[in-house]
């Protein structure tokens, strides 16, 4: 997967009818999977062997972004006092440790299957996410604002990804940051993400990607301005196959993370 992304972890499809925010296809395809969010070796093998290195890009930029107070911010809970949504949250693989590492963290997901698949998880652990079935629309409609927002592997998977990251920066509250990762759209991505990913390796269902649907950094940039956040910081996530990991790097031709903050 140095370069693959997959709507399993984040449906990005919600009640019918014709949105720039959403694929139904795309809920109706991944939602069945409910069950197997939490399967480290199962068929979300690929987001659990991510997540570490994408966790490191978000700890980094919203800690960094917002600094060490309040007092009770530590090393290990460097997101204490800050209040967090994850657009697009799936089975909860990415909001289960930003909450562990001092967040409030809202998570929302379209499908409701995939909710109570999270919620499930996260119970009996006493995790207190506030997992939501619904889309980021339902929280602009109710000027809903968080300290941070993260949207992790949703952008190639939406009809309208500018139309789509202007929603989730009405979220961001003034001052605060939109961390998002996507994939590349280069001629890697193409025979990385989706020939060797969906076709070769079988790591992802065949179909799950459509490589129109990529995104260049440029293209980003470009729609964050639109949405008026300031110019994004960019980091690549690049998979070593022989330490079967991977890591943040320079290289963004494939997997790729950004942030950008909201003006004051």
Known sequence: MT??????????????????????????????????????????????????????????????????????????????????????????LVAEPLCRMGARVTAIDPSAETIGAARAHADPQRLAIDYRALRAEDLV????????????????????????????????????????????????????????AEYVLGWLPRGTHQWERFITPDELGRHLAAAGLDAPVFEGVVYDPLRDTFVLAADTAVNYMASAAKPA
Do not use: Q
């Not at 604002?145 to 961001?172: I, Q």
């Open 141 to 196: 409609a109710a000027g809903e604002t968080f300290d941070a927002v993260t949207c992790l592997e949703v952008l190639e998977h939406v009809p309208d990804p500018a139309a789509f990251l202007a929603m989730a920066a009405e979220l961001v509250r003034p001052g605060g940051l939109l961390v998002v990762s996507t994939i590349n759209r280069t001629m890697t991505s193409y025979a990385l993400a989706i020939v060797a």
């Open 3 to 92: 370069g693959f992304s997959t709507n399993t972890e984040h449906s990005a499809a919600a009640p019918a009818g014709d949105s720039p925010t959403y694929d139904p296809s795309e809920v109706a395809r991944f939602g069945r999977m409910a069950a197997e969010w939490w399967d480290p070796a199962g068929k979300f093998r690929p987001l659990h062997r991510i997540g570490p290195a994408r966790l490191a890009f978000l700890r980094d930029r919203i800690a960094g972004h917002f600094g060490p107070t309040p007092p009770g911010r530590t090393a290990a809970r460097p997101l204490t006092g800050l209040r967090l949504l994850d657009v697009g949250c799936g089975g909860g």
